[in-house]
T-cell receptor, first 116, second 112 residues
């Protein structure tokens, strides 16, 4: 099946710094990728939809200037958490939409962000 | 607002039992429904995908059904094993190519 990777798998940063998370589709091209966030014992919540070559679409309540998304190629989307705060500590997961008709989504392994 | 509810939130069973996990959703106009497994601190593993035109899908000891009219899906796990211990999430999309809406999951513990 299709494979999606994320890098890094975990990161610890200090308050006020920025962190970039990469999401790659390894064996297929993805015009659309999605970024989700999951707090402990909570469900995954959609943050934004990333479209190759255009601006991302953010969900209500998600600050676009804080969570910068770039989808510069058909296999790579990046999420940059700017001026990170401890409340941004979470598990960030991306998914890429498969091109077949079923539109199944394939998920990356996630990135654990801890802001100290 | 579209919501996905999973019942029970947690379940503990002895090895060998057959069990059913329930998922209900408020929007009957679904496109796809997926069941995932998530191990602690890990990402998601897709288990089964049911398209809106289908009623069930099977993979090994897993069987998922979909009843759009009642807004329900069930995941049936036969002959449970300790290795099945994980959190099971159901999620659906209501249009082709849109993001998934997730439930909070059912955390399953199978004891040997």
């Amino acid at each position: 099946g299709a494979v999606v990777s994320q890098h890094p798998s975990w990161v610890i940063c200090k308050s006020g710094t920025s962190v970039k998370i990469e999401c790659r589709s390894l064996d297929f091209q993805a015009t659309t990728m999605f970024w989700y966030r999951q707090f402990p014992k909570q469900s995954l919540m959609l943050m934004a939809t990333s479209n190759e070559g255009s601006k991302a679409t953010y969900e209500q309540g998600v600050e676009k200037d804080k969570f910068l998304i770039n989808h510069a190629s058909l296999t790579l989307s990046t999420l940059t958490v700017t001026s990170a705060h401890p409340e941004d500590s979470s598990f960030y997961i991306c998914s890429a939409r498969a091109p077949e008709s079923s539109y199944e989504q394939y998920f990356g392994p996630g990135t654990r962000l801890t802001v100290t | 607002k579209q919501e996905v509810t999973q019942i029970p939130a947690a379940l503990s069973v002895p090895e060998g039992e057959n069990l059913v996990l329930n998922c209900s959703f408020t929007d009957s106009a679904i496109y796809n429904l997926q069941w995932f497994r998530q191990d602690p601190g890990k990402g998601l593993t897709s288990l089964l995908l049911i398209q809106s035109s289908q009623r069930e899908q099977t993979s090994g000891r897993l069987n998922a059904s979909l009843d759009k009219s009642s807004g329900r899906s069930t995941l049936y796990i036969a002959a449970s094993q300790p290795g099945d211990s994980a959190t099971y999430l159901c999620a659906f999309s209501n249009q082709a190519g849109t993001a998934l809406i997730f439930g909070k999951g059912t955390t399953l513990s199978v004891s040997s």
